[in-house]
Nanobody, 125 residues
């Protein structure tokens, strides 16, 4: 599957951004888990959100809990990541990926080829 993330940009600390993840034509997220990851230079990749589409369960690391929200629009076949109260350390390349279980995707050593190219988020002071 080809996934495309969009919506990144430059934002001041404390601001908000909404990222979107959409699959290739005809692709839907039903029965899947969708995660957002970020990668910053010199830092390890971090899973910042995961949504189990069928049951709606969401998972967030402590670093973003209460600030980021992952959601799914069935009609639009799009997964969103709403990011509020952005901090300098939120800077990075954000991409989405799909798999079957959030508990798998949230593991530190998780890897996948089912991911998009990503969109850059830069938070300035």
């Amino acid at each position: 599957v080809q996934l495309q993330a969009s919506g990144g940009g430059l934002v001041e600390a404390g601001g908000s951004l909404s990222l979107s993840c959409i699959g290739s034509s005809g692709f839907t997220f039903e029965a899947l888990a969708v995660s957002w990851f970020r990668q910053a230079p010199g830092k390890e990749r971090e899973a910042v959100a995961c949504l189990s589409v069928d049951d709606g369960h969401t998972y967030y690391p402590d670093s973003v809990k209460g600030r980021f929200t992952i959601s799914h629009d069935i009609a639009e076949k799009t997964v969103y990541l709403q990011m509020n109260s952005l901090k300098l350390e939120d800077t990075g390349n954000y991409y989405c990926a799909v798999d079957y279980f959030c508990r798998t995707m949230m593991k530190p050593n998780y890897t996948t080829d089912n991911r998009g190219k990503g969109t850059q988020v830069t938070v300035s002071s």
